[in-house]
Every structure is written in C-alpha cells, then in structure tokens.
C-alpha cells in the first residue's frame, strides 16, 4: 500500500477520505468515541499541510450526520461543513471558506453496499486523490471502499497503515509465548482465526457463544445457552480434541443459561495469560452487559493488560474495557472488527487489494 506520507506535497489537493465513523450514538449524541478519536491523526495532517477535505463514511445507530456534525467538529477540533447531498460537494469544493466537510451517512446513497461503478464515479468527481483511513471496512466491497479506487490516485491513512503493521507483526511473532483469547458471538467469523493460529500461537482460550458452540459440537449439554442451529457444521475441519484450544471448564448459569465463565476457568487462563509475552484478544468472556455476569470478561481483561504485548479489537471488546477503564493499559486496540477477524485469518481484505491497484 501507498500511505499518505508518500503523497508529497498535498498544498491545496482536494481530497475523499474515507473515515471511521461507526460508534454508539444514543439520543442523536455520540456515547463512545474511540474510532472517530482515531481519525484525528490523519484528518490533522491534512488540514495543517493545505488540503482541502471531504469525508465519507457509516453509522449504523442513526440514520443521519445531522444531528452529529456539531460534535464531530468539537472532536476534531476543526469546524465542519454538511454536505446532505453529493450533488452539495462541488460547491464546498470550488466555493466554501471552510477546509473540511462531511457528507451525509454513506450508507443512505443508492449502490454503496453493491460497490456500484456509478456511485463512485460520483463521489470521486472533482477531487485529485482519496484516501482510505477506515480499517474496520476493508473486508466490505463497497463502492467508497472498493469501487472509488479506480478513478482516483488511492492512499492508506496513517490508522490503516498502523493497523496492517501491528497485526502483520502479531501474525509473524514466533508462536512461543504467545495466547490468543477468542469470545463474543458470530462464531463462524472466529472459526478461521482460531484455525489459522492453531500453528502460530501457544494456546487459544475460548468463552462466550464460541464456547458454548464448541462444547456442543463436542457432545456436552449447554441447556438454553445461546449457540447457533449447528455448531458441528461450524468446526468442521477443526480437530475438537486438540490440547492447544482451552474451553471452560466451569461456568455462571442463570434460568440454564451459560453467562459467563467459572471461578475455576479465571483462574486457569489468568495463570496462561500471565505467562505470555503476548496476547490477542476478540471478543468477551460473557454477558458482561450485565454487572452479574460480568466478573470473567473483567479479569481476563485485567490479565491481558498486564501482557508486554496485547492486542485488543472488536466493537464488544472496546465497550467492556471501556466500561472497566482499561482501555489505555493495551499495547494497541484495532478499530476492526470483522476485517481484524478477517486479517489475522490470513485472507486477503478487498480494501486493502484495492489501495494495491
């Protein structure tokens, strides 16, 4: 990839940044803000080097920018210009004081998720170059993602660059000492990673619906425990018995549900995670929403920050350790989701193959 440092002199370029927008948003206000946080960099370095800005992204929690923009400005500290419209970027472009803008919520335009030709020709009009600063999308082919990259000179932002490093060197790390925790629901996604790390790292330590499906895959009873219609299916391809992946052996039950893991379990991945000289991290240990079952995703999250390495990333995972204050005690939390999934899995991400055209 092409990173924004490479561009040289970018004194009055117009350019699409394509940005990381998707938070919580609650009552039209943003609750947490650690992707958008993670824009500043880039949208910084643009501004004090001469660019003119335009950018472009989703949240899924609301339906329109509007009521945000104020609060995105006060985050960047930079004032914003609205732009509901495509049809509203030539203008901003060739007319308005301001250095910076914003269009209405990507999501909303007609052939984004279809990575239409047509939308991207769009949203290139008029600018010189476009910039991806969105890792948590590079798995997507979308039009703003994919599709845009054929009609404009194409560069990663300085996040995208540190997130392909970090977890290039997490998979390269030689597989002594090294744990990998995988939680959360969406087992299907985790499947692969606990495949691909199955030779590059010491042990997977496992919980959440992933547990739950893992168990009932190898025959034990989970009462009403959330799982998914067959989990048999789901390991297909996965030896059940290999001693290197660590499922509870103990758990908290409410009304026969697993929510969370055992005293017994704590207590055997803090004693492998403390060992460790490095850890990565998907997906909480249990329904930690809920302060009564949230002590198993608490103390491995504690655990973890005590590793000299630790990479954290998923949209569950930020929120608990937001919620136990932890988030600055990690080496490095990815904004991505499933393109961390997809990334530490060994595919090639669609965004990424993109910036290489």
Not at 31 to 55: H, M, P, S, W
Not at 296 to 317: H, L
Request: aromatic share 8%; charged share 25%; with cysteine.
């Amino acid at each position: 990839m092409k990173s924004i440092k490479e561009i040289g002199d970018i004194r009055n370029k117009k350019i699409l940044l394509r940005a990381d927008l998707d938070v919580a948003v609650a009552e039209n206000k943003i609750i947490e803000t650690f992707r958008i946080d993670r824009q500043k960099e880039t949208i910084d370095y643009l501004i004090k080097n001469g660019a003119k800005l335009v950018v472009i992204g989703h949240i899924s929690d609301i339906d329109s920018f509007g009521p945000i923009v104020e609060q995105l400005s006060q985050l960047w500290n930079c004032r914003l210009e609205f732009l509901p419209k495509l049809t509203d970027v030539g203008s901003f472009l060739n007319n308005s004081q301001l250095n910076v803008a914003i269009v209405e919520n990507i999501r909303r335009f007609e052939g984004e998720k279809e990575n239409s030709d047509e939308l991207a020709r769009k949203l290139a009009n008029g600018f010189d170059l476009y910039i991806n600063n969105n890792f948590a999308v590079c798995h997507r082919n979308h039009a703003s993602v994919m599709a845009v990259t054929k009609f404009l000179p194409s560069y990663a932002g300085s996040q995208l660059v540190r997130e392909v490093e970090i977890l290039t060197k997490a998979i390269n790390k030689p597989r002594s000492g090294k744990i990998v925790v995988i939680g959360g629901a969406k087992t299907e996604t985790k499947i692969p990673v606990m495949k691909s790390f199955l030779t590059k790292s010491e042990k997977i330590l496992i919980g959440g619906v992933v547990a739950n499906d893992f168990l009932k895959a190898r025959g034990f009873e989970v009462g009403n425990s959330k799982v998914d219609s067959d989990p048999g299916k789901l390991f297909a391809g996965l030896e059940l018995d290999n001693p290197a992946i660590i499922s509870p052996k103990d758990f908290v039950i409410n009304d026969k549900k697993i929510l969370d893991i055992g005293a017994k379990t704590i207590e055997e991945f803090c004693t492998i995670i403390k060992s460790a000289q490095m850890v990565i991290w998907n997906g909480p240990l249990g329904y930690f929403e809920d302060e009564k079952f949230a002590n198993g995703t608490r103390r491995i999250a504690e655990a973890i920050a005590g590793v000299p390495e630790s990479i954290v990333g998923g949209g569950d995972t930020i929120s608990a350790i937001d919620k136990f204050g932890l988030a600055s005690k990690y080496t490095f939390i990815s904004t991505g989701g499933g393109a961390m999934l997809e990334f530490l899995s060994g595919n090639q991400l669609p965004g990424l193959t993109a910036l290489n055209r």
